[in-house]
T-cell receptor, first 115, second 114 residues
Framework: EPEVTQTPSHQVTQMGQEVILRCVPISNHLYFYWYRQILGQKVEFLVSFYNNEISEKSEIFDDQFSVERPDGSNFTLKIRSTKLEDSAMYFC?????????????FGPGTRLTVL | AQSVTQLDSQVPVFEEAPVELRCNYSSSVSVYLFWYVQYPNQGLQLLLKYLSGSTLVKGINGFEAEFNKSQTSFHLRKPSVHISDTAEYFCAVSRAGGYNKLIFGAGTRLAVHP
C-alpha cells in the first residue's frame, strides 16, 4: 500500500542552524501539507502546496519557513534559522486532489529538537 | 474560522468495555468532520469521516461516530475495546468543499487496561 514517508525520523540541531525536513508524498497525489505538533499541544496546520505554489499558510509559517518541491517526488520544509520554540513533531501529508473529496494521508513525522 | 474541542485529555477503560471519546466543534460554515488515530511512533491514520448524508458513520477497527449538528458534536464510540486500541485519538474539522486544511483538537489518549 502506498504511503507518505519522511526523513529523518529525528533531527537534533543547534539554535540558529538551518534544517530541511524531507517528505516523499504518495506518487499520484497533487496536494501537499505540513503540520506540526509541539509536545503536549494540538496538531497545527502550517502550509498547503498545490501546483508548485503555496495555496494557504498559517500565521506560524513566517519568513523563517519555506517549502519546495525540488523534483517530482520530494516535498521539503526548510527552517532557515531555528529557534527553541521550533522543537516539535512535523508531519507531512498528501492527498490525491482529483474528483470528489479524498482524504489526507499522513507520514510518520520528523521529531525536531532544537538545543 | 473553525475550532475543535476534545473534552477529555485521557480516557482509561478496561478491555471489552464500551468507550466514548467526545468532540465538539465550532464553525460558521459547513464542515467535514474526521477522527484520526495515532499509534506510538506512527503517523496519523484516518478512522472515519463525515462529509454529508447519514449522521452515523462507521469506520475502521469497529469505531463509529455520530454527527449532531444541533449540539455541534461528533463523538467517537466503540462498543468493546481491545488492548490494541490504546493510542491517541484526534478529532479534526475542515471547511466543506475543496481540499482544505485540517484543524485538529488537542487529542484524547485512550488507555485500555486488561
Amino acid at each position: 500500500e502506498p504511503e507518505v514517508t519522511q526523513t529523518p525520523s529525528h533531527q537534533v540541531t543547534q539554535m540558529g542552524q538551518e534544517v530541511i525536513l524531507r517528505c516523499v508524498p504518495i506518487s499520484n497525489h497533487l496536494y501537499f501539507y505540513w503540520y506540526r505538533q509541539i509536545l503536549g499541544q494540538k496538531v497545527e496546520f502550517l502550509v498547503s502546496f498545490y501546483n508548485n505554489e503555496i495555496s494557504e499558510k498559517s500565521e506560524i509559517f513566517d519568513d523563517q519557513f519555506s517549502v519546495e518541491r525540488p523534483d517530482g517526488s520530494n516535498f521539503t520544509l526548510k527552517i532557515r534559522s531555528t529557534k527553541l520554540e521550533d522543537s516539535a513533531m512535523y508531519f507531512c501529508a498528501s492527498r490525491e486532489g482529483r474528483g470528489s473529496y479524498n482524504e489526507q494521508f499522513f507520514g510518520p513525522g520528523t521529531r525536531l529538537t532544537v538545543l | 474560522a473553525q475550532s475543535v474541542t476534545q473534552l477529555d485529555s485521557q480516557v482509561p477503560v478496561f478491555e471489552e468495555a464500551p468507550v466514548e471519546l467526545r468532540c465538539n466543534y465550532s464553525s460558521s460554515v459547513s464542515v467535514y468532520l474526521f477522527w484520526y488515530v495515532q499509534y506510538p511512533n506512527q503517523g496519523l491514520q484516518l478512522l472515519l469521516k463525515y462529509l454529508s448524508g447519514s449522521t452515523l458513520v462507521k469506520g475502521i477497527n469497529g469505531f463509529e461516530a455520530e454527527f449532531n449538528k444541533s449540539q455541534t458534536s461528533f463523538h467517537l464510540r466503540k462498543p468493546s475495546v481491545h488492548i490494541s486500541d490504546t493510542a491517541e485519538y484526534f478529532c479534526a474539522v475542515s471547511r466543506a468543499g475543496g481540499y482544505n486544511k485540517l484543524i485538529f483538537g488537542a487529542g484524547t489518549r485512550l488507555a485500555v487496561h486488561p
